[in-house]
């Protein structure tokens, strides 16, 4: 972006163009968490698996957002390391109900956290605790320290309950990763 | 028969009493042990964790340094394992054979299914391997069968018409949802478990301990649910969406017509001897036939007879004017039960054939008035052998895919192995081997090309398909498990070995184990690539091999008895481990550890990239290398000139030793003795220690021992000693005592003693050894 574009975004003429990557676990909701906050699509009902990656763009407050949806399962999640590279902002979902997996999820947050595209890079990072309408599932702080977010002090990081079929806690999330970028 | 009710209810109460103490104590027991056990867990858990912190710490320094180092790969290797659940108190018994990943409820979440032993060393509950236990099942099933006909009486024509179904060759019973459920309220009892994550979500009891369990698709339509076959006994329960669904037992065997005469003739003598008394006596044999029954409820034998008698006295006193006849029946019964005895355990001791239930049964009783009353009560019977089920697994029909079709494959005690359809529950192969059915393993598809490996009681392993049926190879170790691939075979023995043959009986290689197998299990999942196999050891720890690659050994807290690799709730690779304490292990497999996992068996082993460490090259080996191009002839000549003289000197020592018979075994033709000398103690006073052997075949006689010595330094008690026979075989001992003189000690003297082990009337000792003693000098001039 050249410096007239940047003037025309400090005017408020033109829009900031930002990139949000998506990534978690299969089965966590990622894909109807982009659905609820994308303005344009209303069906959320029928989702299949995402295979690969799918994009979407809309704009939300002042900021013109390419969200990256990554696929969870474990064939694809070789492709999010790809993408570190040119992400302003990453939306970690995880699935609440499922204890059994929390250790996976994190090993795979470790692994980010420490590939070498992220690893240098501020950047702000959004938990989302997903599904938190399933009785049995964790709260916050217990997602958090199964995650060992404790430990993560070179990022910035937020993490909230949510409900991605309601969209209950998304907002919240998302106005976070608002005012971040 | 009152007394007969009071002496029950008495028992009943005994009982009642004793499972109170037996409760308590348990809990009691339990608590007391609890207690150790947990401190010990817990401070392996966190050692358990602080490995895994450290795992995680070496990651991410590979990661930074991006070294390639073969160390670092090791580490790799090492924490490729995302450690789940560790319950060392889940308190499951079971084995590999009774663990499955089923997806249960058909939305692609595969849940853990164990067919638990439950506390089978000490439970009270379980009488398994008796007849009596064994129909129990099947009673209370028809009993509840009888309640529910008195609601409908059109339910009870179907169970005729299911009994009739029974008869015909494999018979099958659809079952009621809580048909099978009947140990209420009994803890330690066997118990299928179906798990959701790492907690029971489903408890299904069962009848007696389950040998083996296996799911499969039984139709090929989308979105069906797969059944969960349990082997139990001589049945195999089926169970779908988590309820009891169809009991199938397999055909009868028929038993041996030698035995099948035997109790004819004894039916038919006990029947015309019924017939030829009145029916006075037929009162006394339905007494004895209802105490028969009724006892055998209580299964006390001893009380049972005691009673039998008492009942027989009543009846006496009753009837004294029976009593002569009553007496006759009695002596023919005591004949005809002798004879059959006789004749039963005959058969039994040939060891030939092998006898029905019934007769082992009728054998193990304890004295022959229950002997009587068994025959007596149980006229009617169809002798015949119900197989045990001794292992079972699946094959897939005509489809690789997950939900396609398969077929059970059972091997059972009676050396026979079925491939049945679960559908119509009919057999549609059988094979007849030469012993009992230990193990199977399955490769292939059913409809194209397919093997069975069945390995037997006696160590003998089986080749199994469409059209042949061959010995491969007859072990002499017991094999613990069996893993079949494509071309090959793994047998795990039970002398620490891991044998590998191909499908042709050829062996290929053996690999030692450090210690004990107890498990092995193949590692199938998602790695298609790789064909890999699971050993656990005694030694608490299990190990990976590819082929016979060790690719890694997995430390565990604990002897693993039971373990499955596969797809858990939505983790493709992770591995389920149940150790012997009844523990639960759960291991996620890292996502991007599977292509270290896979590459292992392409890639040459690691030591061989590893560069041995050679120096430079220096000036003066140059130098060399060119000196040896120039002048080769010449050293070469020089060198064998060399050769030429050091043999010669070689041979002309080796002449020498001949001819002053210095060798320590003789060579003449006369005896052939063996002399070795021992020199003992370093100061003044020696001893000559002398082992003589006769190592030929003859007695050799008239020897004698010589000693030859310079007398200024040495006195010896007896310069000659004589030994007058050598017997052959026997190690004879002479000591000699040698006294020095101090004396002697400035003079250059020879020091040595010759010894000669000489014949009478010859002159060439056959024997010569010498000795160097008196090397004292030193140490005599230091102490003075």
Known sequence: MGRFSDFLIALGFMKKKVNILCVGLDNSGKTTIINTLNPNKVDNSMIVPTIGFSIETFSKSKLNLTVIDMSGQGRYRDLWEHYYADVDAVIYVVDSSDKIRTCVAKDELEQMLNHKDLKKRKIPILFFANKNDIEDGMSVADCSNALGLNNVKTKNWYICSCNGLTGDGILTGFNWLIEQL | MNFLSSSKIKLNDKNAIEDKKDITSKNNDETTNDIPYEKK???????????????????????????????????????????????????????????????????????????????????????????????????????????????????????????????????????????????????????????????????????????????????????????????????????????????????????????????????????????????????????ISDSDISLNETSDKHKHSASNEKLNNNINNNNIENNEQNDELHSKLVTIVNELVETLSSLRNNGVIQLTQISIEFLAL????????????????????????????????????????????????????????????????????????????????????????????????????????????????????????????????????????????????????????????ELNGSLRKVKCYAVSLQNNEVRVFSDKNLILTIPTPDIITGMIFGKFEREQNSLIMITKNGGLIIKFLKRNATSTFEDINLRPPIEQKEPINVPKKTRLYIDQIVREKENAIEMH?????????????????????????????????????????????????????????????????????????????????????????ILPGINYTIDCLIKQNTQAYDKELNNQIKILLCEKGYITPIVTSVADVGMCQDLLEIYE
């Open chain 2, 637 to 725: 000549t020089i060198f064998q000139r060399d050769l030429f003289r050091m043999k010669l000197i070689a041979a002309r020592a080796y002449a020498k030793t001949f001819k002053n018979t210095l060798n320590p075994i003789s060579g003449t033709s006369t005896a052939k003795i063996k002399m070795t000398l021992e020199i003992l103690g370093i100061n003044v006073n020696f001893k000559i220690r002398l082992d003589i052997t006769n190592i030929g075949n003859n007695i050799a006689k008239n020897l004698f021992v010589l000693f030859d010595y310079n007398n200024e330094i040495f006195t010896i008690e007896k310069p000659i000693i004589n030994i007058p026979i």
């Open chain 2, 41 to 287: 867990n817990e401070s392996k858990n966190i050692d358990n964790v602080n490995t895994n912190t450290n795992n995680i710490n070496n990651n991410n320094n590979n990661k930074n340094e991006n070294n390639h180092n073969i160390e670092n790969k090791n580490e790799d290797k090492k924490n490729i394992w995302i450690d789940v659940v560790y319950d060392p108190f889940n308190g499951i018994q079971t084995t590999s054979d009774c663990i499955d990943l089923v997806d249960v409820d058909g939305i692609n979440q595969h849940h853990l299914v164990i067919a638990d032993f439950g506390d089978y060393k000490n439970n009270k509950y379980i009488k398994s391997g008796s007849l009596i236990s064994m129909n129990e099942d099947s009673n209370l099933i028809n009993k509840k069968y009888n309640k529910n006909t008195e609601n409908e009486s059109s339910v009870f024509k179907k169970q005729n018409e299911k009994k009739l179904l029974m008869k015909n060759r494999v018979s099958s019973l659809i079952l009621n949802k809580n048909d099978v459920a009947m140990n209420d309220n009994k803890t330690g009892i066997p118990v299928l478990k179906i798990f959701k994550d790492d907690n029971v979500e489903t408890k299904l009891d069962l009848p007696d301990i389950p040998r083996a369990i296996c799911s499969f698709y039984t139709d090929s339509q989308q979105e069906t649910h797969p059944t969960i076959a349990v082997a139990i006994g001589t049945t195999i329960y089926m169970y779908r969406d988590r309820f009891p669904y169809i009991k199938m037992t397999l055909p009868p065997i028929e038993a041996n017509p030698l035995e099948e005469e035997a109790w004819k003739n004894v039916i038919m003598q006990v029947n015309n001897a019924n017939k030829t008394f009145d029916r006075n006596s037929d009162i006394k044999v339905s007494n």
């Open chain 2, 366 to 521: 304890d004295d022959i008035e229950t002997k009587i009353a068994f025959i007596v009560g149980n006229l009617d019977f169809t002798l015949s052998i119900e197989p045990t089920i001794t292992t079972m697994t699946t094959i897939k029909k005509d489809s690789e895919e997950v939900e396609s079709i398969s077929y059970l494959v059972v091997g059972v005690n009676e050396k026979l192995v079925y491939i049945v359809n679960p559908n119509g529950c009919q057999v549609i192969e059988k094979f007849q081997l030469s012993s009992s059915i230990q193990l199977l393993s399955v490769y292939g598809l059913y409809e194209s090309k397919y093997h069975i490996i069945a390995g037997c009681f006696d160590g003998s392993i089986y080749y199994l398909s469409g059209n042949s049926c061959y010995k491969i190879v007859q072990l002499e170790f017991l094999p613990i498990g069996i893993v079949t691939f494509e071309k090959s075979i793994i047998i795990g023995c039970m002398n620490n070995t891991l044998y590998s043959y191909s499908i042709t009986g050829k062996k290929q290689y053996s690999i030692n184990l450090p210690s004990p197998i107890v498990n092995i299990q």
